[in-house]
């Protein structure tokens, strides 16, 4: 008996279940954890909300509260929704009172970093890598690009085809001090910020149209048009005669999981991120304070809605009399309150008390106009826009006893989201303090800030060789004691020189 087969036929069967076979590897669905944080289902977006000085510890979460160890060096943590409800065991939740904030404190997107330090400098005229940590240094800076400038240059993030009408880093400030910095040939020259909302309308919405603008992010095209690969492979597998009954039900069952797969896909990945695009209407003017930060504010989050940037920039600004009520009428906050230099002679128990309403006030501003909008389903992903990116609250000094000094010590930011899973929510992270006494005077040595810098970096997904380039393939941030004429801090270098060119592990979701 001879036996025949049909070259063509068993070509094309092995084809096609060659495409379903190789196409599986390549979900998502199928990959560990670790390998799964390295596919990008989510665009990566950031914000930064950047403030002048610090709320004083006395306004702060109590670290005690953290008991529960994470990592290797001593950190405790706490899961945040779980202290005292509705205030968080500290006055920081009468700033965080506006409802969105409980929402996302309710789903766990709510997180704070307590116990970072900027290493470089101690005192006024500080080496600010803080902030977005745009500013690194008002006075002086350093030969050191700021962190969205990195976003801005990086490939990974904006590729060769992103659309011309994408605005890689949208910066609001208000022209009191550059925030933002690149490196232009051996030179570190500041970037300029928008001034207020007509030009951002301008730059970005002017030529819009009725039609959305184009996506920054097209994976989810590549990610269907697999599972329509797979789906016709199963197709022209099943109507082959030439496999058994039982093959054929074999298939049915890995279809079956397929389609597990493929809802869980949909429940994870996104569609397109223009559906909720709508043509804003033209600001008139600029106005004032609150009317810059207002109309801003709603057309950076319009601009992740028509995916017209992933990065966005706010520093606002405690020089500019904005008109707050419960704050001393014709006073400026930065140098009438904060720094108490123009007659007023305030208690630091009213500085506290004025500073923690200034706070409130630009939360709620944050919240109405720039979190709320983004508090909607991105497409159908299941996810909101916030679930899907990273806000971060930041300050320019550390916590202290006082919110007018300089410090930059013990930093603690407050991130709003996850991206879209790459980072711990619902935390109270309280990071390690190694503490020193010499004679009379007791140091306080923590992780530096930069650590906190590379965590942003990693978790946007930008690769190692596009931000380490200026530490010889090291890291991000600038750690060497001494090397622009900084006080040594060897005690850092003994302490924390494992952690100089890695992220915070412990705000990581591994």
Not at 245 to 269: F, V
Request: hydrophobic share 35%; with cysteine; net charge neutral.
């Amino acid at each position: 008996m001879s036996i025949i087969f049909n070259k063509l036929s068993r070509r094309q069967f092995l084809v096609g279940s060659g495409e379903l076979a190789l196409a599986l590897p390549l979900l998502p669905s199928l990959l560990t954890s670790t390998a799964n944080a390295q596919v990008n289902l989510v665009p990566q977006r950031i914000a930064f909300f950047n403030f002048g000085h610090c709320l004083p510890e006395s306004k702060w979460i109590n670290p005690s509260v953290a008991t529960r160890d994470v990592g290797v060096d001593g950190a405790k943590e706490a899961v945040l929704s779980a202290l005292n409800p509705g205030s968080w065991g500290s006055p920081i939740s009468a700033s965080l009172s506006n409802p969105i904030f409980e929402r996302l404190r309710a789903k766990g997107h709510i997180s704070v970093v307590r116990g970072i330090d900027n290493m470089i400098h101690s005192g006024h005229g500080a080496q600010y890598l803080s902030g977005s940590s745009q500013r690194v240094d008002q006075w002086n800076p350093l030969p050191f690009p700021s962190i969205d400038t990195v976003f801005e240059s990086s490939a990974t993030l904006y590729p060769s085809s992103t659309p011309s009408n994408v605005k890689k880093v949208i910066r609001l400030d208000h022209g009191d001090i550059e925030s933002s910095y690149k490196k232009v040939g051996g030179q570190i020259v500041p970037v300029p910020g928008y001034a207020g909302p007509v030009q951002i309308f301008k730059d970005l919405f002017s030529n819009l149209g009725g039609a959305p603008a184009s996506e920054v992010d097209s994976s989810i095209k590549l990610k269907k048009s697999i599972l329509n690969r797979v789906h016709m492979s199963y197709l022209s597998a099943k109507s082959s005669r030439r496999i058994s009954s039982d093959d054929k039900n074999r298939l049915e069952e890995h279809m079956s999981l397929i389609s597990d797969l493929e809802k869980k896909i949909s429940s994870s990945a996104l569609v397109s991120t223009t559906a909720s695009c709508v043509k804003p209407a033209a600001p008139t003017s600029d106005g004032n304070y609150q009317e810059i930060n207002t109309l801003s504010l709603q057309l950076m989050a319009l601009a992740v809605k028509c995916g017209l940037s992933k990065v966005f920039v706010t520093d606002f600004e405690g020089h500019i009399g904005s008109g707050i009520s419960g704050l001393p009428k014709n006073v400026s906050f930065h140098n009438g309150i904060i720094h108490n230099n123009e007659g007023q002679n305030y208690s630091e128990a009213q500085i506290n008390d004025y500073y923690m309403v200034w706070m409130k006030w630009h939360f709620d501003l944050i919240a109405t106009n720039f979190l709320s909008s983004l508090d909607v389903e991105e497409g159908t992903s299941g996810r909101t826009y916030l679930d899907n990116m990273l806000s971060a609250v930041l300050t320019e000094g550390g916590v202290d006893t006082s919110p007018g000094n300089h410090t930059c010590f013990d930093f603690q930011p407050i991130l709003f989201g996850t991206m879209g899973g790459s980072l711990k929510g619902d935390r109270y992270t309280v990071l390690p303090t190694k503490t020193e006494q010499v004679y009379q005077h007791i140091y306080k040595y923590r992780v530096p800030y930069n650590s906190l810098l590379i965590t942003f970096l990693e978790a946007m997904k930008i690769p190692k060789s596009e931000y380490t380039v200026l530490t010889n393939g090291k890291g991000y941030g600038i750690y060497k004691a001494g090397q622009f004429g900084e006080v040594e801090m060897p005690e850092y270098t003994k302490y924390f020189g494992h952690r100089f060119y890695s992220p915070i592990s412990e705000i990581l979701k591994t």
